[in-house]
């Protein structure tokens, strides 16, 4: 999915519960350029793997080579790129039946019914977190702002960045900015 569609807080709040769950030994981002350890069954989520292509195949490689895993290790990409992208060369390196074709799953922008439910929520948080008076913006109001731009303001990076903006340092011109200018 594009940048600012969520993907990384999913994974992130995935990963918080399956910690608490005793069957998974090794849940967390992979963060590192250097093969990781790692107890079985796991989960290694990694953020931005089209940032490091190499280093991923290498990695899923070696991991398809180990004799040692007994117990189920998951590799979630949280990628902006398809699955068509990253093919090639899983394929290449003969990690391609690693691969579940079936769960590639794209994070599409919000509609306006999510949107101004998204913008709602995040700014009642807000302004109650920060005492503040509740915001006067209606789902209209929301709806115009996400028409003025589809690609950006359908983000849920961008709708809580403008909760964020109006329910902290301007009240009086909530959504009176663009994503950008945000």
Request: overall charge positive; hydrophobic content about 45%; aromatic content about 8%.
């Amino acid at each position: 999915g594009p940048g600012g569609v969520g993907k990384t807080r999913l994974a992130a709040e995935v990963a918080d519960k399956l910690r608490g769950n005793w069957r998974w030994r090794s849940v967390g981002f992979l963060l590192t350029k250097a093969s990781p350890s790692f107890r079985c069954p796991a989960l290694l989520v990694v953020d931005y793997p089209e940032e490091r292509r190499e280093f991923i195949v290498s990695f899923l490689r070696e991991l398809s080579q180990r004799q040692d895993i007994k117990r189920p290790v998951r590799v979630l990409l949280l990628t902006r790129d398809p699955r068509t992208w990253w093919l090639p060369n899983l394929l290449e390196s003969g990690v391609g039946q690693l691969v579940d074709p079936d769960l590639e799953v794209s994070m599409p922008r919000l509609s306006d019914v999510d949107a101004a439910a998204l913008f709602r929520a995040s700014s009642e948080r807000l302004c109650k977190r920060f005492r503040r008076a509740a915001l006067k913006v209606n789902d209209e109001d929301v709806a115009r702002w996400v028409a003025s731009d589809q690609l950006l303001h359908r983000l849920p990076l961008f709708i809580i960045a403008a909760a964020i903006h109006a329910a902290l340092f301007d009240p009086d011109h909530a959504l009176g900015y663009s994503g950008k200018e945000i």
